[in-house]
């Protein structure tokens, strides 16, 4: 009797790094911008699921994923005030999204060092410019004829990786990991 050894795959998940905003920056953001979300068309993203993402590392591997988190570990830059004033629309990727206008040197240092330690770890990133920028809705053909919105002000303190699934019912997003900004 011959046997047949099914060599598994290794396992990976979708995976990448963001801002995640508390409770209270959420009911803001919903407060602010709800004559915009209302007036815009296209699909909304659910507010448990809204972030800035850092550095999107895509499909990982268990060893790629813990030198990541090692990169991330390492990383030492203070807490920082981010003002959500900027409302913005892509055509292309059909996008309505909100962001600062002034992205914070830390903000940007930080997206920065991910997306390099990702790259050292074996990770092939988008090489585009970090561009702050939470989304709020997909599909929106042309952006809304008022854009703008009371500014929403977010203490960051911390930094986080997500794990992202496509299920039946929509995108759902798992925070993994949490670092601290000191």
């Known amino acids: 009797m011959c046997s047949t050894q099914v060599e598994s795959a290794p ?3 979708r995976l990448f790094f963001a801002l995640w905003p508390s409770d209270a920056v959420r009911q803001a953001l919903r407060r602010h911008c709800k004559a915009l979300l209302r007036h815009s068309g296209g699909r909304p993203v659910a507010p448990e699921n809204w972030h800035i993402t850092l550095a999107f590392l895509g499909t990982v591997e ?3 994923r813990a030198c990541a988190e090692q990169v991330a570990a390492g990383i030492h830059l203070p807490p920082f005030a ?3 004033d900027h409302v913005g629309h892509w055509a292309r990727p059909q996008v309505l999204w909100i962001g600062a206008s002034d992205t914070p040197d830390t903000l940007r240092s930080l997206a920065d060092r991910l997306a390099q330690g990702s790259r050292d770890c074996g990770l092939a990133l988008d090489k585009r410019p970090f561009v702050n920028h939470l989304t709020l809705k997909r599909k929106v053909d042309r952006p809304p004829a008022k854009l703008d919105i009371k500014p929403v002000d ?3 303190t911390d930094f986080v990786l997500v794990r992202s699934r496509t299920l039946p019912e929509g995108v759902q997003y798992t925070v993994v990991n949490r670092w601290p900004l000191t």
């Open 62 to 64: 268990a060893t790629q």
């Open 11 to 13: 396992k990976t998940e």
């Open 82 to 84: 981010l003002r959500l």
């Open 154 to 156: 977010w203490a960051v």
